[in-house]
């Protein structure tokens, strides 16, 4: 009887410590911030990853967050959490989702400002669909307009808001009466967006075009791909 219950205590803190990782690749000409922030938190972990290097995260196995980069930024902006005042191209994951599957995407919602990949390795693709196990990609971010442009200390512009961040309406930002999918719609700037990178959100509710899902237990997130 102790022996059974001694194995099952192994078993069990074996299974517990079973998790995922998230490898970040920074193919970019400069150092980049990564910016790390589980779902639910407000202060970010930041990690400086060195141009032509990566960096692994090792992440429970029910972890949900949003990775982001930075490489044109001084004091604290280096760490500032991605959004509508300082836009940064997202990487976002939830691990062990609906049915065991990791839901994953790359959102522009609130912005950009670097080319991203991502892509699980070894991913179960039991399905042709190009969501299942897919890629997305963007390897030239859209063009942004003078009006949307975020410049930094340097006057170098560091970043692009979105039309929610930039003009701040309902209309454009979903929200009040158009906080659901049938009264907010894409809008001429989240088109343009589209229209250059099909992969990543455009805004909130673009969730058929944009949301991918896999079974892996790597994934690996590239800056300047």
Known sequence: MYTSLKVLFIVTLASLAVGTQITVKNQCGADVHIGQLKNGESQPNTQVVAQGSQYTYDLPADWQ?????????????????AGAADPASLAEIT????????????????????????????????????????????????????????????????????????????EMCCAGAHNTPDTCGPNEYSNAVKAACSDP???????????????AETYEIVFCP
Not at 103 to 120: A, C, E, H, R, W
Not at 201 to 215: K, P, V
């Open 95 to 170: 691990f062990k989702g609906h049915g065991g599957y990791d839901y994953y995407d790359l959102s522009f919602v609130d912005g950009f400002n670097l080319p991203i990949k991502m892509y699980p390795v070894n991913g179960n693709k039991d399905s042709d669909d190009y969501y299942r196990c897919g890629a997305p990609a963007c390897g030239n971010i859209p063009y942004c307009p003078d009006e949307m442009k975020v410049y930094g200390n340097n006057g170098n512009v560091v970043g692009c808001k979105s039309a929610c961040s930039a003009f701040g309406t309902d």
């Open 201 to 215: 959100y455009s805004y909130a509710y673009d969730d058929t075009a944009s949301t991918f899902m896999c079974q």
């Open 65 to 81: 967050g949003r990775f982001w980069g930075r490489s044109d930024c001084d004091g604290n902006s280096c760490s500032a959490i």
